[in-house]
């Protein structure tokens, strides 16, 4: 079992910056992935951004150049910068952790909730 808490979400204004974090605890494998999705009401829950634990980043493009995401294996915590921020970035953003290999898991966390104002 792997447990994510995720922590940075809250209120900024167009053209502002939050940063997210996210710690992992528990059976974490050496192969793995960790990053964040989200999700408004009625629409699916879309990749924004993921690393692996060998430092692979993927990005969507709609954040592409706004947002970074890093990582601290030590501390199994990743975090994701987010520059830029536009009022179609509000959603819920959910930590994901992806055990990589033959047998694959996946976690998410609770969620935290990012509101851009115009």
């Known amino acids: 079992q792997v447990q994510l808490v995720e922590s940075g979400g809250g209120l900024v204004q167009a053209g502002g910056s939050l940063r997210l974090s996210c710690a992992a605890s528990g059976s974490i494998g050496r192969f793995n992935s960790m990053g964040w999705y989200r999700q408004v009401p009625g629409k699916q829950r879309e990749l924004v951004a993921s690393?692996?634990?060998?430092?692979?980043?993927t990005y969507a493009d709609s954040v592409k150049g706004r947002f970074r995401i890093s990582r601290d294996n030590a501390k199994n915590t990743v975090y994701l910068q987010m520059n830029t921020l536009e009022p179609e970035d509000t959603a819920v953003y959910y930590c994901n952790y992806e055990l990589l290999g033959v047998v694959r898991e996946t976690y998410w966390g609770k969620g935290t909730q990012v509101t851009v104002s115009s």
């Open positions: 690393i692996t634990s060998g430092g692979t980043t």
